[in-house]
């Protein structure tokens, strides 16, 4: 899923203490390429700051992309949650694309994503060489840099939405690749449960291998591979 390519923190060795808190968390894998990460952030002094659940909701239907190119991807970012079935709103949606290795360049510059009767929202982005993430790959709800709301109707959209499309295209409007997503809770619930009190037992000691002091840069090649369960 690329949710933790997009939203996870580098797994490392903590030893000590750490001056800007630290982040704990778990993730699992579900069907038709779901999964759920959850993340506990801590202060210094190891106290929970704030807890979020980001989402890869299932492939409603299989996905069309060249060979080479993931299909067009999304997600949901539920930052303000307090349990696992009290996520609250969503706070950001974000949208990813990504070539393969030794695949050439391709032309696709606009990914798309369209929820059933309640509009869409497209993103741009420079082409793609080998094996490189698109930029973006990241949130569309909201600025990247501050973190602001720029597309609040999205957010209120997405909540309410049963199914979702993306679409990946270029300049001139060829069609590279597209997905469609089914936003019933059900699934998202299912691994929200599962992963959460894995999240915060490592919360419970930083040191622990699920947590790594805040501010570390992804790296997503470190990450283990999560379970997968049948949700």
């Known amino acids: 899923m690329i949710g933790s ?3 996870a923190v ?4 903590s030893a000590g203490g750490s001056p800007n808190g630290w982040v704990c968390r778990a993730m699992v894998d579900g069907v038709h390429q779901s999964g759920v990460s959850v993340s506990f952030a801590l202060g210094p ?3 929970v700051r704030s807890r979020a659940v980001d989402w890869t909701p299932p492939l409603a239907r299989q996905a069309r992309s060249p060979p080479g190119l993931s ?3 999304m997600g949901v970012t539920y930052g303000n949650a307090t349990a696992p ?5 969503p706070t950001d949606v974000w949208v990813g694309v990504s070539s393969g290795p030794g695949r050439a360049q391709t032309h696709a510059t606009e990914l798309t994503l369209r ?4 509009g869409a929202w497209t993103k741009s982005f420079g082409p793609l060489g080998p094996g490189q993430t698109a930029s973006s790959a990241g949130p569309i ?3 990247s840099k501050y973190g602001k709301p720029i597309n609040v109707e999205l957010l209120d959209a997405i909540g309410g939405a049963s199914a979702a499309d993306t679409i990946l295209r270029d300049s001139a409007g060829r ?7 089914d936003l019933g809770a059900s699934n998202r619930q299912c691994l929200t449960n599962a992963a959460w009190p894995a999240a915060e037992r490592a919360a419970l000691d930083p040191t622990h291998a699920g947590c790594d002091p805040a501010g570390n840069a992804t790296i997503f090649k470190l990450m283990p591979v999560p379970p997968k369960i049948d949700c």
């Open 5 to 7: 390519l997009l939203f």
């Open 10 to 13: 580098a797994l490392s060795t």
């Open 45 to 47: 002094d190891g106290s």
């Open 71 to 73: 299909p067009p991807e």
């Open 85 to 89: 079935d009290r996520l609250g709103r």
């Open 115 to 118: 929820l059933d009767g309640r």
């Open 141 to 143: 709800a909201t600025d």
């Open 175 to 181: 069609l590279y690749g597209t997905a469609r997503y």
